[in-house]
């Protein structure tokens, strides 16, 4: 009787742990990812000068790459610096707009790609998208899954604690961009990839319900494995509905119509995410949600955003557009300007604001 399965596109080695960054060459050779050393770093020329300080005297094989900003531009200049050079690998040292930026260039010349996580804010650090800022916006680009992932905690205590706070938001809402997947089968026969959802699923509940806080050691690891879990469930899914629905629509809405003003992605998809279940009637979860983000330092009504209500409402409408196609609780429930307003002033009462 044969065998039936499938292989799940996932990085060879994950090492989350205090001091992974100390033996990072070793790492790479052990791995067979790069026994010669001969590696392109790409980092920031802010928080990444002070890493490249310290690993630069012992990746001695390695050339260095300044990134400016996370945008389509900067991943085709990375590209074209590395293009010819005969690296075994590009290591994306820093956070989610490095590690994008390194995901693309990677992938433009064919070489594999490890990510070296500064901060916890979102889960691209194990996802096959890079998001970069191009001429339109920002747009959304399918890379390889990183071969690597490296999360150093000790140099995650030391990010700002609004980064890590951002992935709190990013990972729970998970659970909200499942049940818009759900949804969606019901109403429209969509498939679900169980074992996606399965994967993000556990990952959000993990955060969700961890009684730590960004502080502890514990719960460090248990959001950096959410993470890492969440950009695989992508992989397996080949697209993000695993972690994707309508709190992440009225993100992307809050960035489009509010360029200069918008918060970080986790604080957006977080508010998302709470709202969102309040909209499909899961009162005792929407009222979960916004204990722990509040718990966390996190945003849970627009004017902690620095939003008015009537721009909340305005993104929420607006928010289907940015993903024509993808049919969450704002698709069905298709609510007027007014009814948002009526839906929102319910939501806020509620959670107690």
């Known amino acids: 009787m044969p065998v039936l399965t499938r292989l799940i596109p996932s990085p060879v080695v994950v090492d989350i742990s205090s001091g992974a960054l100390d033996d990072l060459a070793g790492l790479l050779a052990d791995q067979r990812i790069s026994a010669s050393g001969k590696l392109a770093l790409a980092v920031s020329d802010g928080s990444g000068r002070a890493l490249r300080e310290k690993l630069a005297p012992v990746l001695p094989g390695a050339d260095w790459y300044s990134v400016a900003d996370g945008t389509i531009d900067a991943a085709v200049r990375l590209a074209d610096g590395i293009k010819g050079k005969r690296y075994d690998a590009v290591v994306g040292l820093g956070g989610g707009k490095i590690i994008d930026v390194a995901k693309y260039a990677a992938a433009r010349v064919g070489l594999p790609m490890v990510a070296v996580a500064t901060n916890l804010s979102h889960d691209g650090i194990c996802s096959p998208v890079s998001t970069l800022d191009n001429d339109n916006g920002r747009g959304s680009y399918g890379v390889p899954t ?89 992989s397996i899914s080949g697209d993000t509905r695993p972690s994707s629905g309508a709190c992440h629509e009225i993100c992307h809405a809050f960035d489009l119509l509010f360029p200069q003003r918008a918060g970080s992605h986790g604080e957006q998809v977080g508010l998302g995410a709470a709202f969102a279940m309040h909209l499909r ?45 993808r049919f969450t609780i704002l698709e069905h429930l298709n609510l007027s300007a007014d009814q948002i307003k009526d839906a929102y002033a319910d939501y806020a009462k509620a959670i107690g604001s």
């Open 146 to 234: 990183p071969i690597a992932i490296v999360v150093d905690l000790d140099v995650i205590r030391e990010a700002p604690p609004r980064f890590i706070r951002s992935g709190v938001g990013d990972a729970i809402s998970n659970i909200s961009a499942i049940a818009d997947w759900e949804l969606s089968h019901k109403v429209n026969g969509e498939a679900v990839d169980g074992l996606a959802a399965a994967m993000a699923r556990t990952a959000g509940e993990a955060v969700l319900r961890h009684p730590g806080g960004v502080g502890d050691d514990e719960f460090l690891m248990v959001l950096a494995e959410g993470l890492v879990l969440s950009g695989i469930a992508i």
């Open 281 to 325: 009637g899961a009162a005792d979860e929407a009222g979960l949600f916004a204990d722990v983000l509040r718990r966390h330092g996190l945003p849970v009504l627009p004017g902690e955003l620095g939003f008015s209500v009537d721009e909340f409402v305005r993104a929420v409408q607006y928010a289907p557009q940015t993903r024509p196609g």
